[in-house]
């Protein structure tokens, strides 16, 4: 009896089934042929087996070369959205600060606006007292004119009343007089505040009546 060779060792040769792998080579040379078309058509199952394993390992292949490629578009998309962010908040910043220049821009432009509009004003009020200035000028000169006139009017009344002839059994009302002075004195007072009512409008044609005789 001889002793299986290498070949009839061999792993694949025992996963074909234990009955073609157990029998000796004297018992197979002594089946019929039904036995030889058995184990022909196991050697075909097993190849076709190996086909279809070698199918499963392109695909697998084809799958692992897919997925690859989608984790590099999801790094390829993550690193993007990375970009796209760091993009967004410098563009944020900038705008801030395009923002912040602009409301300084507008506060300067307000005071500026302001600062001339009070100059317009006093240009204003120098041109309205322009007219009045020499006007308040002179009236101290007509003031004391007036305090002058004044003045001589009281010394006159005062000098009138003293030299009134008394001789030759001249009589005098007191009362009268006091009366008279009084109404006097009333009226004096009474000349002020109408003189205070229209000074204003005295002043106006009079710096109107100087400002035509000055052109």
Do not use: C
Not at 6 to 30: D, E, I, M, Q, Y
Not at 67 to 81: D, H, M, S, T, V
Not at 153 to 161: C, H, I, V, W
């Amino acid at each position: 009896m001889k002793s299986p060779s290498a070949w009839a060792l061999s792993p694949g040769r025992w996963s074909l089934g234990s009955s073609f792998g157990t029998h000796s080579p004297a018992k197979v040379n002594g089946n019929n042929g039904g036995s030889v078309g058995g184990s022909v058509s196991k050697v075909l199952k097993y190849l076709k087996q190996r086909k279809v394993s070698s199918l499963q390992e392109e695909e697998y292949h084809r799958f692992r070369i897919l997925y690859n490629r989608l984790l590099q578009w999801r790094f390829i998309n993550a690193r993007a959205k990375v970009v796209m962010d760091n993009v967004k908040n410098i563009v944020e910043i900038q705008l801030f600060s395009v923002w912040l220049r602009m409301v300084r821009l507008r506060k300067i432009t307000i005071q500026k606006r302001m600062e001339l509009r009070k100059v317009k004003n006093v240009m204003k009020l120098y041109e309205i007292l322009d007219g009045q200035l020499y006007l308040l000028t002179e009236w101290a000169q007509l003031e004391r004119r007036n305090e002058d006139s004044i003045g001589r009017l009281t010394r006159k009344l005062s000098a009138l009343s003293t030299i009134l002839p008394l001789s030759h059994l001249v009589k005098v009302d007191t009362e009268s007089v006091f009366e008279a002075l009084n109404t006097a004195i009333k009226v004096m007072e009474s000349l002020v505040p109408l003189i205070a009512k229209y000074q204003t409008q005295v002043l106006f044609l009079f710096s109107q009546f100087y400002i035509h005789r000055k052109k």
